[in-house]
C-alpha cells in the first residue's frame, strides 16, 4: 500500500514506528561509506601480480623499445593493441597514456580551449557550453565547470539522452561545443547508448562545426551479467555519417587492474589523434612505459581483460543484487522510490520523493552513513527535484552494504512519511 493510500493514523503510525527504528539506527554507531564508486581491495588484490614485471622482469617490448627511456608519445603498441580491440579502435587511433583518464580529458578540452581543434579557432576567445546528459558524472561536470564551460543539462534515458531536446540545441547555438557521454552502463543509472541513439549523435547537423562527443567508455567490459555488451563503434559510425573528427573517445584500466596505476587511453580519427599527440608533446616526453607493459604482459589479450573482468564480477554483483533486493523488500510497497537495477558499471541510481534527497542524505549522516550529497549527478550540484541519490555498493564488504541500505531505507522511508505529514 503506497503512503498516499494511508489513513492519517496508520501514517501517523508509521511515522512513529519509524522514528523508533531511525534513533536504534543512530545508536548502533555506525560507520559506514556509499559515497565513491571504487574497487574494494578485493578487487585490487586481483591484479597483485603488476607489482612486478610478469615472468622475467622484461624491460623490452615487443618492438624492441627499451620502456625505461624516454619516448613513445603514443604509448606501447602492445596495450593498445589489446585495448583497441575491447574499444573497438584501431591501434593506430589509439593513445596509450598515464594513470587517469580524467588527466586525459583535461588535456584534450584544454588543447582545445588555447588552441582550436583542427582547423578551428581557440574555444576560449568565445562563449563555450557543453551538454551534460543528467544523471550524470560529477567529475565530468567539475571539470567542464573549472575550464569555464557553461552546463547545459539535458535529461538521460535508459539507452541515451533525450535526442529531440539536443537536437534543437545544438542546431540553434554555436556556443555548444560538446556533450558528455558514458556510452556503456553510464553513471549513475546503467544507461546503455544504443547504435540508433549514437547515429543520431554522430550525424545531427550542428552550428559548432567543431562540435565534440566526449565519448567516455569508462565501463566498457565492467559487466554484472552474462550479457556482455560489446563497445560501440563510434568512430566508425561518425566516419560513415561524414563527422570522423567529431569524436573523442576516452577510457583506462582504472576499475580492472590498480584504480590508482593504471593505463589511460585517447582515441579518435586520424587527424584528431595527431593534433593531440602534437599538443600533447609539448607538454610531456611520453607516458610511463614500464607501467605499460607490465599491463601487457599481466593481462596478455582482450581475454585476458575480460578474464578479469568476470573475476570483478563475481566480488561485487552479490553486493549489487543486495541494494536492489532491501529497496525492494523496504520500499516497494510504498511507492517511495525508484532504482537501477543495471546491467554493468559500478552505480545504482536511487530516485526518492520529491523534495526529499537532501533530507534522506542527511539523515543518513547523522545515523553514520555516508552518501554522495543530493544533486550531485546534476551540473552545478543542483537537482531541481532533490529526489536522485547515487549508491555506490563496490568498496564496503558485502555485510556493511547490507547494512547500509537497510539504513539508507529506513532514512528514505522516514523522510518520506514526514513530508507527507506536513502536506496533509
Known amino acids: 500500500m503506497s503512503l498516499a493510500e494511508l489513513s492519517a493514523a496508520e501514517l501517523a503510525a508509521l511515522a512513529?514506528?519509524?522514528?523508533a527504528r531511525y534513533a536504534e539506527l543512530k545508536s548502533a554507531g555506525l560507520k559506514l561509506d556509499l559515497t565513491r564508486g571504487k574497487p574494494s581491495a578485493e578487487q585490487l588484490d586481483l591484479s597483485n601480480d603488476l607489482l612486478t614485471l610478469p615472468g622475467?622482469?622484461?624491460?623490452t617490448?615487443?618492438?624492441?623499445?627499451?620502456v625505461r627511456n624516454y619516448g613513445g608519445l603514443e604509448g606501447l603498441p602492445e596495450i593498445r593493441q589489446i585495448f583497441g580491440e575491447l574499444l573497438g579502435i584501431p591501434t593506430e587511433q589509439l593513445v596509450a597514456a598515464d594513470n587517469s583518464s580524467l588527466s586525459v580529458m583535461h588535456d584534450s578540452l584544454a588543447f582545445a580551449l588555447l588552441h582550436g581543434r583542427p582547423g578551428g579557432t581557440p574555444w576560449a576567445g568565445q562563449p563555450h557550453k557543453i551538454l551534460c546528459p543528467t544523471p550524470g558524472y560529477d567529475r565530468h561536470f567539475h571539470l567542464a565547470q573549472e575550464l569555464g564551460f557553461e552546463l547545459v543539462p539535458v535529461d538521460l534515458g535508459t539507452d541515451g539522452p533525450d535526442l529531440q531536446t539536443i537536437k534543437r540545441l545544438v542546431a540553434a547555438d554555436e556556443a555548444i561545443k560538446g556533450i558528455w557521454v558514458v556510452p556503456t552502463y553510464a553513471n549513475p543509472n546503467?544507461?546503455?547508448?544504443?547504435?540508433?541513439?549514437?547515429?543520431?549523435l554522430v550525424s545531427?547537423?550542428?552550428?559548432?562545426a567543431d562540435f565534440t562527443i566526449l565519448w567516455d567508455n569508462a565501463y566498457a567490459v565492467h559487466h554484472l551479467t552474462d550479457d556482455e555488451i560489446a563497445a560501440v563503434d563510434v568512430l566508425g559510425l561518425a566516419a560513415e555519417a561524414g563527422n570522423p573528427d567529431r569524436v573523442f573517445v576516452?577510457?583506462?584500466?582504472?576499475?580492472i587492474t590498480f584504480a590508482g596505476a593504471g593505463v589511460s587511453f585517447f582515441g579518435g580519427s586520424q587527424a584528431i589523434v595527431g593534433w593531440y599527440l602534437g599538443h600533447l608533446a609539448k607538454r610531456t616526453i611520453g607516458p610511463d612505459k614500464v607501467n605499460h607493459l607490465r599491463h601487457a604482459l599481466y593481462l596478455k589479450d582482450a581475454d585476458g581483460v575480460r578474464a578479469l573482468m568476470r573475476n570483478h564480477r563475481a566480488i561485487i554483483a552479490p553486493k549489487f543484487e543486495a541494494v536492489e533486493k532491501i529497496l525492494a523488500e523496504r520500499l516497494g510497497a510504498y511507492g517511495v522510490a525508484t532504482w537501477t537495477e543495471p546491467h554493468g558499471g559500478y552505480f545504482i541510481s536511487l530516485d526518492v520523493v520529491d523534495g526529499t534527497a537532501t533530507e534522506v542524505v542527511r539523515l543518513a549522516k547523522e545515523a553514520g552513513i555516508a552518501l554522495t550529497p543530493a544533486g550531485s549527478a546534476y551540473p552545478y550540484g543542483k537537482d531541481p527535484a532533490d529526489r536522485n541519490i547515487r549508491i555506490a555498493p563496490t568498496f564496503p564488504p558485502l555485510?556493511?552494504?547490507?547494512?547500509a541500505m537497510d539504513g539508507v531505507a529506513t532514512c528514505v522511508l522516514l523522510a518520506a512519511v514526514r513530508k507527507q505529514l506536513d502536506g496533509s
Not at 250 to 255: N, Q, R
Not at 399 to 403: F, K, M
Open 190 to 200: 546503467g544507461a546503455v547508448y544504443s547504435e540508433a541513439v549514437t547515429r543520431e
Open 61 to 66: 617490448s615487443a618492438s624492441g623499445t627499451d
Open 16 to 19: 512513529e514506528d519509524l522514528t
Open 399 to 403: 555485510d556493511q552494504v547490507e547494512a
Open 250 to 255: 576516452y577510457a583506462s584500466t582504472s576499475k
Open 204 to 208: 545531427m547537423p550542428t552550428a559548432a
Open 56 to 59: 622475467t622482469g622484461q624491460t
